[in-house]
């Protein structure tokens, strides 16, 4: 593969990786809270298989778990290229930011003098001022004023929100450019770990982070399957937080949820005996296994990924992620990208992570 088709592939499964998300949040938000036996009554046995738009906005709306991707995005693009040298620290305090910008946009629009570095072009779109459940613990840690990292960490909370936002760490950065494989895990790890402080809520985005970097940059150039990507970055986390136990226990989730893609039980059987998605290990376990199941079936994966008793919108967002990012935005269908809220912006902050609008053919597009 030339150079040239090399860039517009991966361009396109950066694309995909968040507009698949999005689709997945977009997908799960209104039975978030509802449990298994109640979307099928009222959905039907399949449950749920299609947008429910909002009545006022006319669109399939996403909850916070997008809102949270898109700033994790622009955090980046901050902490990079600005810099004269691109460091962890520089990257972290630029999500950071954008993060306190987000945060902003969830309070007040009077607020502004608070935090945040108010440059931020997100800030001028309407719909991510919309409250959409916003997570108690990234409200309460931002909130604070203070950043969590690994040394000192704000809270004890293991939940998915660290999660769910970290894809964007896995689609910018090409694994040895600037930062190898394991930094690029720590990164996402360093991402969650400024609201949540257990380990088992910042250890799944390190792997998350891994995962959505293997499948946009990795093996599938060298005949490598999915299964080797969520394999690779499992050790890549272990190496960077050996002798955790904690590693140990979300690797042995992990591995569950693999073994469970190739039985022959139903999804809603296998993805009950996983979790219901609270959880960061949870949420990822539940997402690999509906990845892995239907690794060549977008639609079959993003409607597993949301038909349970837990946390559909975010277990859905990342399994879009990282299935959007296998695949590529092309191969999904145009059901989940039609009437699918502020879906131009995801392709525009895309092509922004890849690169592509930045190339002269593009920019007056």
Request: hydrophobic share 40%.
């Amino acid at each position: 593969m030339n150079r040239k088709k090399r860039g517009e592939k991966i361009a396109d499964k950066i694309r995909g990786s968040l507009v698949g998300g999005a689709a997945g949040d977009a997908l799960g938000y209104p039975v978030e809270f509802l449990s298994y036996r109640r979307i099928i009554t009222q959905y039907g046995e399949k449950g749920l298989t299609q947008y429910l738009k909002d009545f006022n906005e006319r669109m399939a709306v996403v909850s916070d778990d997008t809102q949270m991707t898109l700033f994790t995005a622009e955090g980046i693009l901050k902490g990079c290229c600005a810099a004269d040298e691109i460091t962890e620290d520089g990257v972290i305090a630029g999500i950071y930011e954008a993060y306190r910008d987000w945060y902003i946009t969830q309070t007040s629009w009077e607020r502004l003098d608070e935090a945040g570095s108010m440059n931020s072009w997100l800030m001028d779109t309407p719909e991510l001022h919309a409250r959409r459940a916003p997570g108690n613990t990234c409200m309460s840690a931002l909130g604070s004023g203070r950043m969590g990292t690994l040394e000192k960490t704000l809270n004890n909370s293991k939940g998915c929100g660290g999660v769910m936002r970290v894809a964007p760490v896995g689609l910018y950065f090409a694994p040895g450019e600037v930062f190898d494989r394991e930094q690029i895990s720590r990164i996402g790890a360093k991402a969650a770990v400024i609201t949540h402080g257990h380990p088992l809520g910042y250890i799944p985005a390190a792997v998350m982070a891994s995962i959505v970097n293997g499948a946009v940059y990795g093996r599938e150039q060298e005949g490598g399957t999915l299964e080797d990507i969520v394999n690779d970055a499992l050790c890549t986390a272990a190496a960077v937080f050996k002798g955790d136990p904690y590693m140990n226990q979300f690797r042995e989730l992990i591995r569950r949820a693999v073994d469970y893609a190739k039985n022959d039980r139903s999804d809603i059987e296998n993805i009950s005996a996983l979790g219901e998605g609270w959880v960061g290990d949870e949420a990822l376990a539940i997402a690999v296994y509906c990845c892995l199941r239907h690794s060549d079936d977008f639609s079959a994966c993003l409607i597993a990924s949301v038909n349970h008793s837990g946390d559909s919108d975010s277990t859905g967002a990342v399994a879009g992620n990282i299935l959007g990012a296998w695949l590529g935005y092309e191969a999904i269908e145009n059901k989940w990208k039609k009437d699918l809220e502020m879906r131009r912006l995801l392709v525009e902050m895309a092509d922004n992570l890849s690169g592509l609008a930045l190339r002269p053919e593009y920019l007056n597009a």
